[in-house]
């Protein structure tokens, strides 16, 4: 690995100004070794652990490209591991989707329709979103599960693991007509399979687009050139076998072969299927790396919107996080019946991370996307000398890198002196007594 380093000189503050512009940055080679480190503990090719993932896929989206990592296999006991082209179900990612779709309407609609417009506003006539008295529910309510509907209706007819298998529209109409709001719209956080879905109902009424993913293609998988997303219905569903990673559930002493998830009429929910490939051309355009066609439209869908689940803001299908420096992170899980997928993105500097597992409720990919998104972009470290011979080492986030301090006379014949790292969750200052008695002149920190 080719040595990164930033160098210091005690003797001028104007010098170390300079020196400080190299800041370190991790290596190819080093940071694939991690990417294997953190998602080889969770897969088995083999099928025979049922608490990992039969087969994993690792997207990574930065300014220099993307980059596509594959563990363990497409099939139990196979010998083929996932690629970017393998297909996977990403569950509630499709609200993501689905919050974009709505940002883009109202960004290309010159004013006709808003976040406050009312949902019925866009719905045809036989599908009815009771209000609060004279109060009505918006469609950015829906979009940040502030409508005040519970996450699945009540009148679901579907078998165990699929409740929403081949709900109709008809039969939303019938929940909705029988339901009544608690609470203003507005009041509270839920989360709402069925907010969504409706949402993605309106969103296709207004613009004469049915079904869901005639919507989808063509306002944006259509335009960014995502061939291989859609939904569980003929034709797509029927020509993406031989690219399928099959799904599995657990029972917690075996995984079972699990069948792509219908969400029925609520599909704009949580039924979407995609690629590794696919999933980082959404992912680019979400980090401000590619854009969107609508302008202003990915703004808006990722502004915080309101307080979300515990510790997150939400905005338009995206939990929004306030690390402990400051930096803001995005992400978004999705599960269904056989499989399990995370993203998670920042825009200040344009990095994403995509993980997608063959097995439901896999937790542990959220730690593996967050893992690999905190070494795309290691903490810019602050130096600064606080007396002669010591220097002040500032890290504003976690670090798992570790940096060696090393002196020299004549910025050619390098010494080791010490190593700092921080492994910590929160921010931490290091304080370092570096011997800068002759013929030490000069420090730098490399790793």
């Known amino acids: 690995m080719k040595p990164t380093s930033v160098f210091l000189r005690f003797t001028s503050r104007l010098a170390l100004g300079a020196f400080l512009a190299l800041l370190p940055r991790a290596e190819a080679a080093t940071f694939a070794d991690e990417v294997a480190r953190l998602a080889t503990p969770q897969v088995d090719a083999s099928g025979l652990t049922p608490t990992r993932s039969v087969g994993l896929v690792v997207m990574v989206v930065t300014d220099q490209g993307t980059r596509t990592f594959g563990f363990g296999a497409r099939t139990a006991g196979g010998a083929t591991p996932p690629d970017g082209d393998t297909f996977f179900q990403v569950g509630s990612i499709s609200k993501t989707f689905t919050g974009l779709l709505l940002a883009a309407q109202i960004e290309s609609s010159g004013g006709t329709l808003l976040p406050s417009t009312p949902v019925n506003a866009l719905l045809a006539p036989d599908l009815r979103m009771p209000g609060f ?38 039969q939303l109409a019938t929940y909705l007509s029988g339901f009544t709001l608690s609470a203003p719209p507005g009041t509270t956080y839920e989360y709402s399979n069925t907010g969504s879905g409706l949402l993605a109902l309106a969103l296709g009424d207004r613009a004469g687009l049915a079904p869901y993913s005639a919507l989808l293609s063509a306002q944006l998988t259509g335009p960014l050139g ?15 076998a031989a690219r399928l990673a099959q799904g599995y559930r657990s029972t917690g002493t075996a995984l079972v072969p699990m069948a792509l998830s219908d969400m029925g009429v609520l599909e704009g929910a949580g039924e979407i ?24 439209a990915v703004e808006r869908a990722v502004a915080p919107r309101a307080p979300g689940a515990t510790g997150t803001m939400t905005g338009y299908g995206l939990d929004i996080y306030t690390l402990t420096n400051g930096v803001q992170q995005w992400e978004k899980a999705g599960v269904v019946a056989g499989y399990t997928a995370y993203i998670a993105f920042r825009r200040q500097p344009g990095t994403a991370v995509a993980v997608l597992s063959n097995r439901a409720q896999h937790q542990a990919v959220a730690s593996v996307a967050r893992e690999i998104l905190s070494l795309l972009t290691p903490p810019t470290l602050s130096v600064e000398p606080v007396a002669p011979g010591s220097m002040r080492v500032t890290f504003p986030a976690a670090a798992r890198l570790t940096y060696e301090v090393q002196t020299s006379p004549n910025l050619s014949d390098w010494s080791p002196f010490t190593t700092v790292t921080n492994t910590t969750e929160a921010p931490a200052t290091l304080f370092i007594d570096v011997p800068m008695a002759p013929p030490s002149k000069f420090v730098r920190l490399r790793y």
């Open 133 to 170: 008295g004279t109060q009505p529910v918006t469609v950015a309510q829906l979009a940040t599960h502030y409508g005040g509907l519970p996450a699945f209706p009540n009148n679901m007819t579907g078998p165990a693991f699929y409740p929403a298998q081949g709900y109709t529209r008809a």
């Open 226 to 240: 995502m061939s291989d997303t859609g939904l569980n219905e003929a034709p797509f569903a029927n020509g993406i």
């Open 273 to 296: 299927i995609s690629t590794g490939n696919d999933m980082a051309k959404f992912l680019r355009v979400l980090a401000g790396l590619a854009p969107f066609p609508v302008a202003g």
